[in-house]
Structure formats: structure tokens, C-alpha cells
């Protein structure tokens, strides 16, 4: 028996729909990071982009566990002394809600080229409306 390999040309990619409303943010980005990455189909190769387009609706409703609401910070550094910067949960949510999502799948993909290249394939947004609706998305329940 030989192991399958799948080739750029015979991946067939469907449009998945994930609604983050009431659950928890890292079950949610698991399910999400595994699509992106095709782990979720039985033509999985590692070094080949296998996965699905995913779109997020109501990232805005995702949930947090524990005290990560009061206590997790998201922090970014410009490369300059005194360049470190600190956001709190509760200011992320309140002006760009989609980035809890967005990074809680970024660190469950591969860094490098393939997993940049998964991670533009992932559409996230705060409500429920979203402009893929032609592509007839599949929901998927979590």
C-alpha cells in the first residue's frame, strides 16, 4: 500500500461557517485551526495546504473563560526600546472584537509561509451578516 499525498491541483476547498456565539474561544479556535489546515478530512498532507475557507460570524459573543475577561492582555512590539504595547481584553472586545478570535487561531497555526497562507483563508466577523453568502457556506455546530 502506498500513503497518499494530495497535489495542489486535486484539493477541492468548500466555504465553512462557524458561529462563535456562547462558546468558548480556544474549543472555538481548535475546530477552526483544524479546518484551516485541512486536519478534518482524510486527504490531510502536512506539507500541502489541504484546508477549507472558514468565516466566523458573531466573534463579538465569543466567551472567555475563567478571569482571562479581567485579566488577559494582547501585547505588540515595534521593534523599538519602549516600544511594548499592552491592550486588556475588555478594549480589544470593544474595538475590533474579531481580533480575539484571529489571534487565538494565528497561535494554533503553523508559522511560515503554509500557515500565512491558511491563515488568509479564515473570514472573521463580529454579527451574524457576512458577504459570503454566494459561496453557500456549510454550518458546522461545535
Known amino acids: ?23 468558548a474561544v480556544g474549543r472555538l479556535a481548535v475546530k477552526v485551526a483544524n479546518a484551516l489546515r ?35 492582555q494582547y501585547e505588540s ?17 470593544a474595538k475590533n472584537p474579531e481580533r480575539i478570535v484571529k489571534e487565538a487561531v494565528w497561535g494554533m497555526l503553523p508559522k511560515g509561509r503554509l500557515g500565512r497562507a491558511m491563515y488568509r483563508k479564515l473570514k472573521v466577523y463580529a454579527g451574524m451578516d457576512h458577504p459570503h453568502a454566494a459561496q453557500q457556506p456549510v454550518k458546522v455546530s461545535l
Open 1 to 23: 500500500m502506498k500513503t497518499y499525498l494530495a497535489k495542489v491541483g486535486e484539493i477541492e476547498r468548500k466555504y465553512i461557517l462557524f458561529d462563535a456565539s456562547e462558546a
Open 38 to 72: 485541512g486536519k478534518d478530512k482524510p486527504t490531510y498532507t502536512p506539507h500541502i495546504d489541504t484546508g477549507d475557507f472558514v468565516i466566523v460570524v458573531n466573534a463579538a459573543n465569543a466567551v472567555l473563560t475563567g478571569s482571562k475577561n479581567v485579566n488577559k
Open 77 to 93: 512590539y515595534s521593534g523599538y526600546r519602549g516600544g511594548r504595547k499592552l491592550v486588556s481584553v475588555e478594549l480589544v472586545r
